[in-house]
């Protein structure tokens, strides 16, 4: 009977090995996913696809129906991503994702983009797309024998979304926004730093005990253009540890008051409890 039993296990045990070997088995996908990125001017694109081979089978006309609805790959829609606000053939697209669909024809293929929902092409068959166009294929004399989609003849604001397969190649014109952003960057940084920036400089000098004059001049700075009850609090604690009492203790009142106009109980009981703190000091050096 223990024989049974340790015939039956070993069995047991020698099915379990060859299942998880199988399970362990990888094979190639017929449609390998791609991802594509690419900065066009200042606008990361990225294009998420799968690729299919022709396999010495006719694409165009007999893999791909001419006229037909087509995921443009393989498996799932294939996904454009614009990081920012671009023109796709001429046509205005907001910054985000979008399922390319197309109708590939002999003298023209209509592409449409339709806001990404979900990896399911068919999905998007009877949605009226965002935008659509239609662009002339060209003939190529070099065969390209998988799928490919990629973004060329780039320069600042503009480049070309190609599209190819077997003979064919579709190319998309593509336009970036450049000069308003690098203009808004120019007026940024020729402008000089920004109150925030003024205030955590100063806020870093004061933690990390170096020069306070030099903290001072910063905080004075940041709460010259935009003055919170926070940066007020700090040019007080800067003026108390200086010990020019009188002028930390009119800030701190000056904190208070837009502290208690926002509801922040907390600053206004840490300002008072400074002020009765200086004035101690004050009165102090004053004997």
Same mark, same amino acid.
């Given at each position: 009977?223990?024989?049974?039993?340790?015939?039956?296990?070993?069995?047991?045990?020698?099915?379990?090995?060859?299942?998880?070997?199988?399970?362990?088995?990888?094979?190639?996908?017929?449609?390998?996913?791609?991802?594509?990125?690419?900065?066009?001017?200042?606008?990361?694109?990225?294009?998420?696809?799968?690729? %299919?081979?022709?396999?010495?089978?006719?694409?165009?006309?007999?893999?791909? %129906?001419?006229?037909?609805?087509?995921?443009?790959?393989?498996?799932?829609?294939?996904?454009?991503?614009?990081?920012?606000?671009?023109?796709?053939?001429?046509?205005?697209?907001?910054?985000?994702?979008?399922?390319?669909?197309?109708?590939?024809?002999?003298?023209?293929?209509?592409?449409?983009?339709?806001?990404?929902?979900?990896?399911?092409?068919?999905?998007?068959?009877?949605?009226?797309?965002?935008?659509?166009?239609?662009?002339?294929?060209?003939?190529?004399?070099?065969?390209?024998?998988?799928?490919?989609?990629?973004?060329?003849?780039?320069?600042?604001?503009?480049?070309?979304?190609?599209?190819?397969?077997?003979?064919?190649?579709?190319?998309?014109?593509?336009?970036?926004?450049?000069?308003?952003?690098?203009?808004?960057?120019?007026?940024?940084?020729?402008?000089?730093?920004?109150?925030?920036?003024?205030?955590?400089?100063?806020?870093?000098?004061?933690?990390?005990?170096?020069?306070?004059?030099?903290?001072?001049?910063?905080?004075?700075?940041?709460?010259?253009?935009?003055?919170?009850?926070?940066?007020?609090?700090?040019?007080?604690?800067?003026?108390?540890?200086?010990?020019?009492?009188?002028?930390?203790?009119?800030?701190?009142?000056?904190?208070?008051?837009?502290?208690?106009?926002?509801?922040?109980?907390?600053?206004?009981?840490?300002?008072?409890?400074?002020?009765?703190?200086?004035?101690?000091?004050?009165?102090?050096?004053?004997?």
């Amino acid at each position: 009977m223990k024989k049974v039993f340790l015939s039956i296990a070993i069995a047991a045990m020698t099915a379990l090995s060859i299942h998880t070997l199988e399970a362990q088995i990888r094979t190639p996908a017929a449609s390998p996913s791609a991802e594509l990125k690419q900065t066009v001017g200042l606008t990361e694109v990225t294009i998420n696809y799968s690729r %299919p081979s022709a396999k010495g089978r006719v694409v165009f006309g007999d893999l791909v %129906p001419m006229n037909e609805l087509w995921r443009t790959g393989a498996n799932a829609a294939t996904k454009l991503t614009f990081g920012d606000n671009v023109k796709v053939a001429g046509k205005e697209l907001k910054k985000g994702s979008y399922a390319i669909i197309t109708a590939p024809g002999q003298d023209g293929w209509k592409v449409m983009l339709h806001m990404y929902e979900s990896t399911n092409w068919g999905s998007y068959a009877e949605k009226e797309p965002f935008a659509a166009f239609v662009i002339r294929p060209d003939r190529t004399a070099e065969f390209t024998e998988t799928f490919t989609i990629a973004i060329n003849d780039i320069t600042t604001t503009t480049a070309s979304i190609d599209i190819r397969w077997e003979n064919t190649k579709i190319s998309i014109p593509l336009e970036v926004e450049v000069d308003t952003r690098v203009q808004d960057d120019i007026k940024r940084v020729m402008a000089g730093p920004s109150a925030g920036d003024y205030s955590a400089a100063a806020s870093y000098y004061h933690d990390n005990g170096k020069d306070l004059n030099q903290a001072l001049e910063w905080i004075q700075k940041a709460n010259a253009s935009t003055p919170r009850y926070w940066t007020l609090r700090r040019e007080a604690q800067i003026l108390g540890d200086l010990k020019r009492y009188d002028e930390a203790i009119k800030v701190a009142e000056k904190s208070s008051a837009l502290a208690s106009e926002s509801g922040d109980d907390a600053y206004v009981r840490m300002n008072k409890k400074s002020i009765e703190e200086w004035s101690k000091m004050k009165g102090k050096t004053n004997k």
